[in-house]
């Protein structure tokens, strides 16, 4: 049977076959007849029958060879729904030799199937959208080879043909039942990048239709990609180029990492091989990018599961190339500033439309880790991700919000929603403006009091902000951002050079480097991490570091070869016991003496520091000041374990308030142990970052806060109209009610006393 599904030779022919179906004549309806009836024969199997997704959800029989005819049009089944439905549902295939034993067996009298017992399905997928299911069964238990998936999958491409059509079932009926089609929505989505943008919408169509399936001439298809393959290696050359002009940065690494995946000599050769079989070169780039895409979506692994976009993105590059339309044609046509959305997007394509006027992006898929979230941030382009079925519910041409702050898109919003958020685009580039003139204010209280503002950073674009804000160095390096868009660990060599350029961006500000935190939901794909069920209280920061020490290490000495004559300011995370900081703090001594026996030129000064996050350091202040040059408080942290409460659940975002009484008490404490030792305190957590909060910290004692560098401006505006000395007062009389928050006796505060927040 493999010998008759599998072999080039006889998929070539039954391709042949149905490409001559499907230039003949005849109605859809009766094409599709046709074209069950010669799957029959060819795979040789009892039964071949097409389902096709209906309004509703609803998977109808429209074809079939074997079962009883009165089904056609009567049965349905919903997504879900038996195998068929769970083919739908899961856009995946199926190869069953004995299917009825398969829980989601669905079993339909009026179709005569109880007889069969094996099934293979596969879906009929156009660009990602299931638009049916594929079934061949036979009445034996046979075992499906892999290669006779593929075939079927083959051939599901050109049923979609079929069914995308428009002539089986009424493209109006799919749209109306999308419900509203021109009212005003709201879709909630993830929060990609911050921001708030409006414009009007702009469909990124990176899927070329394909029009032809089956090949006439294989030769002059393999020359065809060739040709593509050069064309686009050549525009990705040129993109990377072009990618200097923003200097270096995470976006560059990204695009060069792009630009191995299409060198990669395995991809062409697996679509050669799909050409050979007899597809058109077009098909055959679908074919591939479907087949990995099947295959990667099984990987757990957020991390590579990106990498899929990325091979999404290059197989759609291809597809324009072999289009003869590369994508730059359509950019004539941009309106000035619009909003793109997109099923998926990769971070090339992104940085191409960076150039031009994009105010916002809207995407179906992606997270927070995802290239194309990195170079959003670059560039300060909103996003927001996970937005269900946003190329189907937004229109070209539609006006559209991408609300990044709130995670939220509004599409078609009403004139008078339009207005506001205009205003607050408006009134937000003002504020942005006028920040930017305090760059060289001193944050400075109305009664004298100093206060160190400094940037939480992560990526080496993060480091301009400083000349931005005025802000005074960096508070938190966060090193393990570099790291994630990266496919392996980088060597010492590497690192140094990137620290380097740290330091030499920072131009002789402080920087504290803050040694990796992954783990968590920071996954490194060349670190093997087994799942955990409490990963935020599970195998991360110093504790990897610990375990893996020459990780840790290796990161240290890039860090002191970096330095170089100036001060070296460590951080550890996640410390939870004095003892780990002194095991740390021996690796780093380890490294100083190795780099003094190499004769290196050693950091003019190594300063320690350990972030406070797990509360029992709480009960070690004494002995652990004693031991380190400075302390950050990270709040993030530092809050969801002395809450219990997990600190990325959103249902449980606003369920306790750190302007509590809890919270005050233990601030007034580390204030008081590090004053008593002597030691530099600071806050990097986020709350630093919100002017009613910092109010709050400065009264309290705190002289450096480290926050985002969109967080430095509206901190300094309140520090300039505070009194810190009347708020301490203030938070003398109430700071200890048992009150679930403060915060509205706090405001008011802030209200009657003018302080800017
Ligand atoms: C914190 O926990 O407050 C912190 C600053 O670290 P991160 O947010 O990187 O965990
Ligand atoms: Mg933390």
Redesign the pocket.
């Known amino acids: 049977m493999s010998e008759v599904a599998g072999s080039v030779s006889a998929t070539r022919r039954l391709l042949r076959r149905l490409r001559d179906i499907m230039a003949g004549s005849g109605t859809a309806q009766e094409r599709l007849e046709r074209i069950v009836r010669v799957v029959a024969s060819e795979m040789v199997a009892e039964v071949c029958s097409v389902y096709i997704l209906r309004a509703g959800e609803v998977l109808e029989l429209f074809a079939t060879e074997g079962l009883r005819p009165e089904a056609v049009h009567r049965t349905r089944l919903r997504v879900g729904e038996g195998l068929v439905g769970v083919i739908a549902a899961t856009a995946r295939p199926l190869a069953l030799a004995d299917a009825q034993a398969h829980p989601n067996f669905a079993y339909r009298p009026e179709t005569g199937e109880e007889v069969y017992h094996s099934l293979m399905g596969v879906p009929i997928l156009r660009g990602n959208r299931v638009l049916g299911v594929l079934v061949v069964q036979n009445r034996t238990l046979r075992h499906y080879a892999e290669d006779e998936v593929e075939v079927l999958q083959t051939i599901a491409m050109i049923v979609a043909e079929l069914a995308a059509s428009g002539n089986l079932v009424n493209p109006l009926e799919m749209a109306q039942s999308q419900g509203g089609g021109m009212l005003p929505a709201r879709i909630a989505g993830v929060r990609l990048n911050a921001g708030l943008a409006i414009g009007l919408a702009v469909l990124h169509e990176p899927r070329v239709t394909i029009r032809q399936v089956v090949a006439e001439d294989t030769d002059a298809e393999l020359g065809r990609l060739r040709n593509a393959v050069s064309a686009m290696r050549e525009a990705i050359d040129e993109l990377v180029e072009a990618s200097r002009e923003y200097g270096a940065g995470e976006h560059h690494d990204v695009i060069e990492t792009y630009r191995m995946f299409a060198a990669d000599r395995g991809w062409v050769m697996r679509i050669a091989d799909a050409i050979r079989s007899g597809l058109t070169a077009e098909a055959a780039v679908q074919k591939v990018a479907d087949d990995t895409r099947t295959r990667m979506m099984q990987i757990s692994d957020p991390y590579l599961r990106e990498r899929l976009f990325d091979l999404e993105d290059l197989a759609n590059r291809l597809q324009q190339h072999l289009a003869g339309r590369p994508l730059s044609a359509a950019w004539a046509e941009l309106p000035p500033e619009f909003i793109l959305v997109a099923r998926t997007m990769g971070p090339a394509e992104l940085l191409d439309y960076a150039r031009r006027r994009i105010m916002g992006l809207v995407l179906e898929e992606g997270s927070p880790t995802a290239h194309v979230a990195i170079v959003a941030r670059a560039f300060d382009i909103p996003v927001v991700g996970r937005v269900d079925d946003a190329t189907r519910r937004i229109e070209a041409g539609d006006i559209v919000i991408v609300d990044g702050d709130h995670a939220n898109v509004l599409i078609r919003p009403s004139a008078d929603i339009q207005q506001s958020i205009a205003a607050a685009v408006e009134a937000r580039s003002r504020r942005r403006a006028y920040y930017e003139t305090l760059r060289s204010t001193p944050a400075v209280s109305r009664d004298g009091i100093a206060i160190k503002l400094m940037l939480?950073a992560g990526l080496l674009l993060d480091l301009a902000q400083l000349a931005t804000t005025g802000a005074e160095g960096i508070g938190?390096f966060?090193t393990?951002f570099p790291l994630m868009v990266r496919d392996t660990f980088p060597d010492v060599d590497d690192l140094t050079e990137y620290y380097r350029r740290v330091f030499d961006q920072a131009e002789q500000r402080p920087v504290i480097f803050?040694t990796l935190?992954i783990g968590?939901d920071?996954v490194l794909p060349y670190l093997p991490h087994a799942p955990e069920d409490n990963p935020a209280m599970g195998w991360r920061?110093i504790r990897i570091g610990l375990d893996r020490p020459a990780m840790l290490r290796q990161q240290l000495r890039a860090l002191i070869r970096a330095a170089r004559g100036q001060t070296l300011y460590v951080k550890f995370?996640?410390v939870a016991e004095v003892a780990e900081l002194e095991r740390a703090r021996a690796l780093v001594g380890m490294e100083l003496a190795q780099a003094a026996r190499e004769r290196r030129k050693l950091p003019e000064a190594v300063k320690i520091g350990v972030?406070l996050?797990v509360p029992a350091l709480l009960w070690q202040l004494p002995e652990l000041c004693e031991r380190i040059d400075f302390l950050?408080?990270?709040?993030?942290?530092?809050?969801?374990f002395l809450f219990a409460c997990d600190?990325g659940n959103p249902r449980l975002a606003d369920r306790y308030d750190p302007l509590s009484a809890p919270m005050l008490a233990l601030f007034r404490e580390i204030i008081a142990h590090a004053r008593a030792a002597g030691t530099a305190l600071s806050m990097?957590?986020?709350?630093a970052g919100n002017p009613l909060e910092a109010m709050v910290l400065i009264a309290l004692g705190f002289r450096t806060l480290?926050m985002a560098a969109t967080a430095i401006g509206p901190v300094k505006t309140m520090i300039r109209t505070l009194d810190a000395g009347a708020v301490a007062d203030y938070l003398g009389e109430i700071g200890a009610r048992p009150d679930h928050s403060l915060r509205p006796k706090l405001e008011a505060y802030a209200r009657d006393h003018e302080i800017a927040l």
Not at 632 to 640: A, C, I, K, P, R
Not at 684 to 687: A, E, K, N, R, V
């Open positions: 939480n938190l966060r393990e803050r935190d968590g920071k920061a995370p996640m972030m996050e950050s408080v990270g709040t993030n942290d530092l809050l969801q600190r990097c957590g986020d709350m480290s």
